[in-house]
């Protein structure tokens, strides 16, 4: 299995302590994004690709990244594309990845936080959506699409919030500590702190849309 | 004028420098929001009324913010409202606040920010969007309705990302960095990284929805 992870420059404090996932495979290929790509190689880890405009990098940076890296690639900041969303659609189109995990997505600045988050919501990605987790310290977000999808719980994680990154129609919870009634909604809601029952799997439904389950810890 | 800051429970580290927010005009009232309360009185600030279960805290602290503060409310974990969405509430109903900064409300777990951020796509706070800010170390967020608005430079921050809360239509920026021309969507996009021309406002137009413009900086 093709596990790809890819490191974008949030900051490092936000980590989680060991750069896995949940998905169950280690990671094979890492592709570092703009400030990213020096981090994993200050980690000793060499990215197989690295994406970005690396404006925040000085000289010598830079230097270090262009020769440790064999497949580097420039994007324009005007461009529509964020170097992002550039980075994951190389993940699954260029290096055929079956699974991706994305680090340094969260922290610093919420423009970029959301971009990052949102990535998910975009038509041409969704069907990468089941295929993704963003890690950080203290949070795994996973994707599901419809109509009826189980949700199993971790035990390294207390809380399960759901949110509806698309508009969504007849969203329901079912088997968790709270429940929740068909609900339709054109905005975005955080069903926050929701909680497992014990070691089983929490059900939702939904006729449209894209829903994120974010697992967190205190 | 009657600008209320509401502190909520996030990591302290992300605070702002200094508990003031863009509006023009000192907080005159706090509300703490669960451990928010304490963290007030450990700045030796008395909040007017305090909001939360209050399950995150030891008895001594609990009773310590029940000593201190006159308008104790309850919250029932149960109930549809978050602490934030009856605090938020509660500002503008009952304190009757012109204006809202809320503090401490990003970092950490990743779906109480999101339902921060979401309040103001609440149908019911709409009318109030306009009135709050949500501020933490490196960002500063205000919110717009339609038709037309001027999104004034702020020499602090040196970005400005637009997001879309709700579903929008016919969003344009002008005057701007990266200009947009008119757009459409159901699912949210975070417009990132814009950045203004000078001293000049950028100009914004949409004909549905709520915007969130985040000043931010690196």
């Known amino acids: 299995m093709k596990h790809v992870g890819l490191m974008l420059g949030g ?8 750069l896995v996932s949940d998905i169950d ?25 690295a994406i970005g405009d690396y ?9 270090r990244v262009e020769h440790a890296v064999k497949d580097m ?32 997505a969260t922290g610093g600045r919420l423009d970029h936080l959301l971009v990052n988050l949102w990535l998910m919501a975009e038509p041409r ?30 035990t390294e994680y207390k809380y399960v919030g759901f949110v509806n990154l698309t508009p969504v129609t007849d969203f329901t919870i079912r088997n968790a500590k709270y429940p929740l009634a068909p609900f339709a909604s054109d905005y975005p809601v955080s069903w926050a702190s929701n909680e497992f029952l014990g070691d089983q799997p929490i059900q939702i439904t939904f006729s449209k849309g894209i829903i994120g389950a974010i697992y967190s810890k205190d």
Chains 1, 2 share one sequence.
């Open 11 to 18: 900051p490092e404090d936000l980590w989680p302590d060991q």
């Open 25 to 49: 495979a280690p990671i094979t290929d890492w592709v570092g994004v703009d400030r990213g790509s020096l981090r994993l190689l200050q980690q000793d880890v060499v990215p197989v690709m």
């Open 55 to 63: 404006d925040s990098m000085v000289p010598a940076e830079r230097h």
């Open 73 to 104: 690639r420039y994007s324009v900041p005007e461009k529509d594309d964020t170097d992002s969303e550039l980075a994951l659609q190389a993940a699954f189109e260029d290096l055929r990845a079956d699974e991706v995990s994305i680090f340094g």
């Open 125 to 154: 990605f969704k069907e990468y959506a089941p295929h993704v987790a963003i890690v950080d310290r203290q949070n795994l977000i996973r994707f599901f699409r419809p109509p009826a999808q189980l949700v199993f719980p971790r």
